[in-house]
């Protein structure tokens, strides 16, 4: 089943391998291995990557290594044959598999390594701002849309014309809270808000007012009222005597005497955490004497924030303090700064990916794709198609048959183009109850989606064309796959039933050369030379 070109005998021979190496010209066929050829670089490549050895390859090493890829060839050429490679199951686990490669290739790298590093720059600063909401949904037609903008603008217009903000907050804004603190959010620095809201509060000038910002919210008006240097973050343990601030004076004096006992014992001398066991109200963190998870900014209320910041040393204790929940005694344990951006980037890297500020890659990813494979659409189809749709699909109830014989061209992407009668088939499978919305509007948005998703997939399905470590990554994970499911059928499940049989097999066969061949493959399925999806200990 193997066939080895005379070259390339002649090579392993001599123990010249370093040939391969300078012969960056030429990439011939050094082996044929069930009918498949293997060239020169695919080869190399491979034993590269799993022979991590600097300096002068030892042919010794380069004899074994070619044994275990003959073999590992010889039985993926057997599991195809099987077509095990046609089974469901190695197909959806395939699959799987190559959209977690996908992923790398499906960011706009440059724009994102770009949001982490400003994500990075920000949280080296707190900002404390005030805003006043004004709701829409994310989803609204545009004249609902364009109402709430021109609200908030004369809201805005008022403000710089002397209204108080506070006031106004009060008054107008639809965020519950506005009645309570006049809009006030308080200190918060980056990743702790909706990422346009951010970007407005860290581009605003101090003691000015933004223009109405759009978030998933409704449109905000942002007055910036002091940015100062990141504080890092705190651990703390606390000592706590609920007295929420609404209870009756006589129990809000029974919590205050409370902690000026708890207090006095601790000025005495008895220790902070036997304190925070024995008597806080706080159960969660009284069992671990007192001790908080960490914190940074905006993570606490206010009051518990601006003291637990304020203690100076690891182990100073500060007076008791009310906040909205009781009475505290606060004690830092340690202070930590910002770590640095190399420290932070992995973390970060995942938080962007989750956070709103991810759409700015992706939609800078689809402009990319739409560009280099010269998308074009047919916007006179479309919006046949859109007023064709009837007030069914704010039920999800929307049918393609009410629609059959639509099949116009709707845009064009690479060597495809895309009909009325595709569109048709997503709306079917996407469509779901809307409310306050139009059929039209509702038809619009699914467009978009469908257009976005299209380009996304096209994309991925190109990877293997684009980039051949991809092709080759992916070829790795199908061959590991495949020996994989062979090595469970030949021998696992079999040994499950028959592991008397198993061990005479192994006796019977362990001292000739194939043999010894075919247990090494058969029981040492992790020597495979290539990296593999799954393994087996």
């Known amino acids: 089943m193997k066939k ?70 010889l039985k993926v050429k057997e599991a195809e044959e099987e077509k095990l490679d046609t089974s469901q199951t190695f197909i959806n686990e ?93 200190y918060f620095t980056g990743m702790q808000m909706v990422y346009p809201f951010e970007s407005a509060a860290y581009t605003t000038k101090i003691g000015q007012i933004s223009m109405p910002v759009r978030t998933k919210f409704g449109y905000h008006i942002i007055k910036v009222i002091d940015m100062r240097d990141a504080q890092g973050e705190v651990k703390v343990a606390h000592i706590m005597v609920k007295s929420p601030a609404n209870s009756p ?4 004096k029974q919590a205050q005497m409370k902690i000026d006992e708890i207090y006095t014992k601790l000025k005495s001398g008895e220790k902070f955490e036997d304190l925070a066991t024995k008597f806080s109200d706080d159960k969660g963190s009284a069992k671990n004497g007192g001790a908080l998870p960490p914190f940074g900014t905006g993570r606490m209320v206010p009051e518990f924030e601006k003291v637990a910041f304020a203690l100076k040393n690891d182990g100073d204790y500060s007076q008791p303090i009310k906040t909205s929940y009781g009475w505290h005694i606060i004690k830092r344990l340690e202070k930590k700064p910002i770590p640095s951006f190399e420290d932070k980037k992995s973390e970060l890297k995942n938080q962007v990916a989750k956070d709103s500020r ?59 183009t895309f009909t009325q009668e595709d569109f048709a088939k997503y709306i079917n499978n996407h469509q779901a109850k809307k409310q306050n919305t139009t059929s039209k509007q509702v038809g619009y948005n699914l467009y978009t989606q469908f257009v976005d998703e299209t380009c ?34 030949k021998v696992w499940s079999k040994a499950v039933k028959d592991s008397t049989g198993l061990v005479g097999f192994y006796e019977k066969i362990k001292t000739t050369t194939c043999g010894r061949r075919d247990v090494m493959l058969l029981f040492t399925p992790m020597q495979m030379p290539t990296s593999q999806p799954k393994h087996v200990n």
Not at 132 to 157: C, F, G, H, T, W
Not at 383 to 393: E, G, K, M, P, R
Request: aromatic share 8%; net charge negative; hydrophobic share 35%.
């Open 249 to 252: 004076d006589s129990i809000a």
């Open 456 to 489: 996304l997939n096209y994309e991925e399905s190109q990877l293997e064309n684009k980039y051949p470590e991809f092709k080759a990554l992916m070829q790795e994970y199908r061959d590991g796959i495949l020996l994989f499911d062979l090595t469970d059928k």
């Open 358 to 416: 991810a759409e700015v890659s992706k939609n800078s990813m689809i402009a990319r794709i739409k560009s280099e494979y010269k998308f074009k659409e047919v916007p006179k189809n479309k919006d046949l198609f859109v007023n064709a749709l009837d007030t069914s699909i704010l039920n999800g109830e929307w049918s393609p048959e009410m629609v059959k014989g639509m099949n116009k061209p709707l845009f064009t992407l690479g060597t495809l």
């Open 94 to 186: 395939l699959k799987g598999y190559r959209k977690q490669l996908a992923q790398p290739y499906m960011t706009d790298k440059e724009v994102s390594d770009g949001l982490i590093k400003e994500a990075y720059d920000r949280l080296q600063k707190d900002v404390r701002a005030s805003h006043i909401l004004i709701n829409v949904a994310q989803d609204a037609l545009p004249k609902d849309s364009m109402m709430a903008y021109n609200r908030a603008l004369k809201i805005r217009e008022l403000i710089l014309k002397g209204a108080d903000f506070e006031t106004m907050a009060r008054d107008s804004s639809n965020d519950p809270s506005a009645k309570e603190n006049g809009g006030d959010l308080g």
């Open 4 to 73: 080895l070109t005379s070259g390339f005998l002649m090579l392993l021979v001599s123990g010249c391998f370093q040939i391969l190496i300078a012969q960056e010209s030429a990439n011939p066929v050094l082996m044929t291995i069930a009918g498949t050829p293997v060239t020169k670089s695919e080869f190399e490549k491979v034993y590269r990557k799993n022979n991590n050895k600097e300096g002068a390859y030892d042919m010794k090493d380069v004899r074994e290594y070619l044994e275990l890829y003959i073999n590992y060839k």
